[in-house]
């Protein structure tokens, strides 16, 4: 199992794979895992044009990333006050409660 503590500390990604959202994301377009290559390549130029419009969009002042939602806010606090407290509980040899 692999440790997220820090990362909860942080606020960072939670993912250890950062091309899994792309991933996701040509899998929901294709409607499948597996594309034949024509419908690959279209979709590849689909995605090259949508990124010229992104590069001319910043170059011009456009914000590049969309605020998070108010909720993934609210949990990813929440996380970071249960996180922080793991250090009090260690201290006092109380583990088995932080867990809970």
Known sequence: M???YEAA???SHKTNNVS?????RFALLFGKHHPD??????EFQKEQADTEVSIAEISLGKS?????????ITIQKRLQGIVA?????RR????????R
């Open 85 to 89: 407290n793991y250090e009090h509980y």
């Open 20 to 24: 899994e959202g792309r991933h996701n």
């Open 64 to 72: 590049v990333k969309a605020a998070p939602k108010r909720k993934w």
């Open 37 to 42: 290559l024509y419908s690959l390549l279209r």
């Open 2 to 4: 692999w440790n997220q």
């Open 9 to 11: 500390l942080q606020g």
């Open 92 to 99: 006092n040899q109380d583990i088995l409660t932080y867990l």
